[in-house]
């Protein structure tokens, strides 16, 4: 059985803190996404993280935690990189990769050495970690390979019946997941973009390598086709350009609101082409095309920049054109 807890309740935070620390697994909200978390020391816990997700065990999840000083025993040595990105971006949408100490677990890092690191800003996200009193695993709280979570409505329809707890904090302000910076080498790499822009991260630490084809043994977040809504996909430069003859019985996603013709359904990402607004609105307009009585998504290109970077690594997952 599946709780309903409204985080805007003075007791729901205490309910799910406890059912973390008895070994439960709760959906809650964090400015990126929602997160399906439990205690992460806790392997048995973590377990039922993999089991509900439907998650191949080869998948490393991110450990949250509330401060910097929270991460003293999850790593051996904190990297110098690491460490200036933490000071730059915490709390907030990045999460480094980082050394790991023999306390964490391996199922928590699929048994790479490596663990990854966030410090989520959204309240609700730390006031659990807070009354949990103890790091918190938490991947994405989708099924494996769907569209990540961004209210908890969209949890619920994913999740209902495999998890402990559902804490309804409304919809998640940034939309798309975290960035993810690899730290243990001489030069940061980027494993991932994500809602904190790269080109911030370059300003504090230099330029970021590629990921390097060893970083991610699989890692399904670098799987091609990931994060992906239940129809085919296309991406297109432009709307325009989807003949007439195609439009009948598909759906549209816009960049900007404009007008369209032709369309069964048109999503527009942002009424003015703004890049956090957009990436605040992704998955819920997939999530609403997928539910649409479509047999196809036409979704047009996004400016490759700031939050544009994560939009269309996400939307060329989907469309599993890369
Ligand atoms: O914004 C976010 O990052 C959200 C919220 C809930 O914090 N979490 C999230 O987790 O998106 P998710 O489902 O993407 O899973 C964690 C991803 C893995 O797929 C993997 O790519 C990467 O983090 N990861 C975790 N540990 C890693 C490690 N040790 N080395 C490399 N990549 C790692
Ligand atoms: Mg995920």
Redesign the pocket.
Known sequence: MTRFLDAGNSSAIKEAANVIRKGGIVA?P????????ANAFDPTAVARIYEA?E?PSF??????VLEKSDTKPLVTKMPKIAAKLISAFWPG?L?V??P?SDKVPDI???G?????L?S?SHPV?RALLSASECPIA?????RFGRL?PTTAQAVKEQLDGRVDVILDGGATP?G?????V?CTGRKPAL??A??VPVEDIEKVVGKLAPAPKT??PQ????LPR?YAPRKPLVLVDSIDDVPEQKRKGAGALLFRSRKTSGFSMVEALSPDGDLVKAAANLFSALARLEAADITAIYAEKVPEHDLGLAIMDRLRRASSDI
């Not at 964090?30 to 978390?37: F, N, Q, R, S």
């Not at 998948?59 to 949250?64: C, S």
């Not at 938490?138 to 989708?142: D, F, L, M």
């Not at 890692?219 to 670098?222: K, R």
């Open positions: 809650f964090t400015e990126t996404v929602y997160g399906l978390g997700k998650r998948d490393p999840l991110i450990v949250h949408p999460t990769v980082v790991k928590v890092t699929a790479l050495p490596t663990v990854a966030r989520p996200a938490a991947p994405s709280a989708n990540s940034v798309v997941e975290s960035t993810i690899l494993l991932r994500g809602g970083a991610l890692a399904p977040g670098g990931h």
